[in-house]
């Protein structure tokens, strides 16, 4: 999944084998992508990424998460900022979320 901002920059998340979820950037103007991160926390198996923009350029990633509660978590970026923050878990009666949709507000 690949979204981009007013800028013209690209993020892209994705899951690999392991559950692991991963995220890299393209800034506007740059010839390739940057670093490649993981998002989920280590030991933490994810799945169904999803992956949205606010028009102010901050950026939404949500997955489902099968360490043995299965909620639903989020990382939020700043505009601007090259680190991800992971905010509390969304599900917290953790009953079993299925596939995922994000979207933002303007």
Known sequence: ???AD???NLTAVWH???GIIRTSTRLA???G???IEQLNPIGDTANNEVLATAPDGTLLAAWTSYDGDNAIRVSRRAAGSPS???MPDIDENHDGP???KLGVNA
């Open 29 to 31: 103007g740059d010839p």
């Open 84 to 86: 991800w923050t992971l």
């Open 33 to 35: 992508w940057g670093p």
């Open 98 to 100: 299925g596939r995922l």
């Open 6 to 8: 007013s800028d013209g």
């Open 1 to 3: 999944k690949i979204v």
């Open 16 to 18: 690999v084998d392991g």
